[in-house]
């Protein structure tokens, strides 16, 4: 059965930066990462698409960039300008098909990784 660990949260000052890694990846389509802050529904953050399109959820765009080392199975979200409401539970997910023409169903999931943002 398919399963993602992620590793590389941590504590970290505002304006600092973070990579997370999660591996091992399967297929490089639909591939992503969530956070979930205390309190908060679980938010999708930077995908990969069925077409290897990235998308970024409005709030991280410009800051954290989603890629994928295809030959080590390794999904990666690098963080930089990190500020205190990007502290969550983050997770990283995949489709087990690697999607379908329907899109991606994010149906594998990571135990998930800290991230604190302190000011």
């Known amino acids: 059965q398919e399963h993602l660990v992620e590793s590389g949260g941590g504590s970290v000052q505002v304006g600092g930066s973070l990579r997370l890694s999660c591996g091992r990846t399967?297929?490089?389509?639909?591939l992503g990462w969530f956070r979930q802050a205390p309190g908060k529904e679980r938010e999708w953050v930077a995908l990969f698409e069925t077409d290897l399109s990235r998308n970024y959820t409005a709030s991280v765009k410009g800051r954290f960039t989603i890629s994928q080392d295809s030959a080590k199975n390794i999904l990666y979200l690098e963080m930089n300008n990190l500020k205190p409401e990007d502290t969550a539970q983050y997770y990283c997910a995949a489709d087990v098909n690697g999607g379908s023409a329907y899109g991606c169903d994010f149906n594998v999931w990571g135990q998930g990784t800290q991230v604190i943002v302190s000011s």
């Open positions: 399967w297929s490089m389509y639909c």
